[in-house]
T-cell receptor, first 112, second 117 residues
């Protein structure tokens, strides 16, 4: 089984709808991250959490919110989706004493 | 603020040729530097990293990179390309947290490597 899982893997939704992307990990890591990937722009950090009680905005947090329900779970919400939020979304984790981030397989979100 | 510049959004090499993917960084503090690879329809996977010590670092699949502080560069190389190397490659920089571990990553825009016969 994968260490970092994301659900759903693909989602098509309409403008104005609320949508939640979920991330779960079995690596026992304290730190979790949400990124979005757009062609030609690389990955940009949306939110990150260094432990269950810690939530921080990244460089592009507007229009998004997150919830750290447990050490293993970190959810990303789009309260009112808009077409320019169409992107590939990645969750990642890292250990408190580590350097490497471990990525999930991604969620492809399309907002029509 | 930290930043990463990857020169060339697309690089094409012949199988067996040298692979050189360029990365320059900007950081006000000694950085941690990373190269990640993304195969089609997959997440990112760490290729190699520089934290401290030896400036020439070796990674998986025959890749290596050299940290050059004077040039603020961390270019990725592989002596002989293989078809399976076709992927997108991302350079990333991180500052250092109090425990000496990496903080959040800032990624470059990526370089897509094409390998031709």
């Amino acid at each position: 089984d994968a260490d970092v899982t994301q659900t759903p893997r693909n989602r098509i939704t309409k403008t104005g709808k609320r949508i939640m992307l979920e991330c779960s990990q079995t690596k026992g890591h304290d730190r979790m991250y949400w990124y979005r990937q757009d062609p030609g722009l690389g990955l940009r950090l949306i939110y990150y959490s260094f432990d269950v009680k810690d939530i921080n905005k990244g460089e592009i947090s507007d229009g998004y919110s997150v919830s750290r329900q447990a050490q293993a779970k970190f959810s990303l919400s789009l309260e009112s989706a808009i077409p320019n939020q169409t992107a590939l979304y990645f969750c990642a984790t890292s250990a408190l004493t580590g350097d490497e981030q471990y990525f999930g397989p991604g969620t492809r979100l399309t907002v029509t | 603020a930290q930043s990463v510049t990857q020169l060339g959004s697309h690089v094409s090499v012949s199988e067996g040729a040298l692979v050189l993917l360029r990365c320059n960084y900007s950081s006000s503090v000694p950085p941690y530097l990373f190269w990640y690879v993304q195969y089609p329809n997959q997440g990112l996977q760490l290729l190699l990293k520089y934290t401290t010590g030896a400036t020439l670092v070796k990674g998986i699949n025959g890749f290596e990179a050299e940290f050059k502080k004077s040039e603020t560069s961390f270019h990725l190389t592989k002596p002989s390309a293989h078809m399976s190397d076709a992927a997108e490659y991302f350079c990333a920089v991180s500052d250092r947290m109090g425990l000496g571990t990496a903080s959040k990553l800032t990624f470059g825009t990526g370089t897509r490597l094409q390998v031709t016969l």
